[in-house]
């Protein structure tokens, strides 16, 4: 995850085409996976405000809140 971080920060995207979100959207699902909803709960959190998918989001805090 770090790598893809570092790529992440480091690209271009002038015209805002890239989810800003996606990147802590999917470091959550890989901590519900790695059974930390704590921490995939606060990661979701956070890419809230600033995804361009928000209802992805929620669905996956809902999962987690139901089924974790």
């Known amino acids: 995850m770090e790598e ?3 790529l992440h920060q480091a690209g271009a995207d002038p015209w805002n085409l890239l989810d800003p979100g996606r990147l802590l ?3 959550a699902s890989l901590c519900r996976d790695e059974r930390q909803p704590e ?6 959190d956070e890419a809230f405000p600033v995804s361009h ?4 989001i ?11």
């Open 4 to 6: 893809a971080k570092l």
């Open 39 to 44: 921490k995939a709960l606060t990661l979701l």
């Open 25 to 27: 959207d999917l470091e």
């Open 58 to 68: 929620l669905l996956k805090k809902g999962y987690i809140l139901v089924v974790m």
């Open 53 to 56: 998918s928000q209802g992805r």
